[in-house]
């Protein structure tokens, strides 16, 4: 089975799930590990969320759980940042003052919107606030790129009025590629997030084709999440994401440990 390293708990924003709640989840459910990756989300635009947390005690109760549940599963300590294009060096700063195992790089944002708020996409076509969206993306990487996993590339898509009905890697390849080239380049891995399966989506973040191409072009670090809020959809649809790793040609896939990438075979 698959480690879990994309979950959140009450210490993000949008969860109010218990820590020890999903540590027993992922227990019934055989994983070998579990991260917990809470949302810091600095200057984010919609002021009745605030995505940040108490890191002292964040790490005290992932303390308390590594001691109480020593030997029955490993228990790591993640973050989750919300990507822009300000935000580089606050978060640089974050990253060297706190012990994280493990750190997802993520665009929540387009336009200086969140996309989960159904006005976000204004007047503007699906197609257009995708392709908004992944130049948002390129250009964040490329002004910090000090994070171990790519969240859900192309999250917008749940988001869309249509849905994927406009969306293909085709379509956007010219922006995705280069995205991927810099994941490539900077030994960033990608999460294959399986929220898109849970969200009927019918794929999970990234599509299966854009995987592929992330392997075409070098990379050889993935990584696997459910991006679950709640401890019922912990390692969901992990059996298919781990067969769509494979026929992506991927043999491992990776999770961090003191922000270094442990490898495990599919």
């Keep these: 089975m698959i480690g879990d390293i994309h979950v959140h708990s009450s210490f993000s924003a949008d969860s109010d799930e218990d820590m020890e709640e999903s540590v027993k989840a992922a227990i019934r459910a055989g994983l070998p590990c579990l991260c917990f990756t809470d949302h810091i989300d600095w200057d984010y635009p919609e002021k009745e969320l605030v995505f940040d947390f108490d890191r002292k005690k964040y790490f005290e109760r992932i303390r308390e759980l590594q001691e109480k549940y020593a030997g029955q599963m490993k228990i790591l300590a993640g973050v989750e940042l919300g990507m822009q294009p300000q935000l580089g060096p606050r978060y640089q700063k974050l990253l060297k003052e706190w012990p994280f195992d493990y750190c997802i790089g993520s665009q929540h944002l387009v336009g200086g919107r969140d996309p989960w708020y159904p006005d976000a996409f204004g007047e503007e076509s699906d197609a257009e ?88 072009l070098g990379g050889t670090l ?45």
């Excluded at 908004?132 to 910090?144: D, H, I, P, R, S």
Aim: with cysteine; aromatic share 16%; charged share 30%.
């Design 129 to 216: 606030i995708f392709r908004k969206y992944f130049e948002e993306t390129l250009q964040n990487v490329k002004l910090f790129h000090d994070f171990d996993s790519m969240g859900h590339l192309d999250y917008i898509v749940r988001y869309g009025r249509r849905k994927a009905h406009d969306y293909s890697y085709r379509a956007y390849a010219d922006i995705i590629d280069e995205i991927l080239k810099l994941l490539v380049r900077y030994n960033i891995a990608l999460e294959i997030n399986t929220a898109g399966l849970r969200k009927q989506l019918g794929f999970p973040n990234p599509h299966p084709d854009v995987l592929r191409r992330y392997r075409e």
């Design 222 to 266: 993935v990584t696997a999440g459910s991006d679950s809020h709640k401890a019922y959809s912990i390692g969901y649809a992990f059996d298919t994401a781990g067969q769509i790793l494979k026929e992506c040609g991927f043999t491992h896939y990776v999770y961090f440990e003191k922000r270094e990438p442990r490898f495990v075979k599919l």
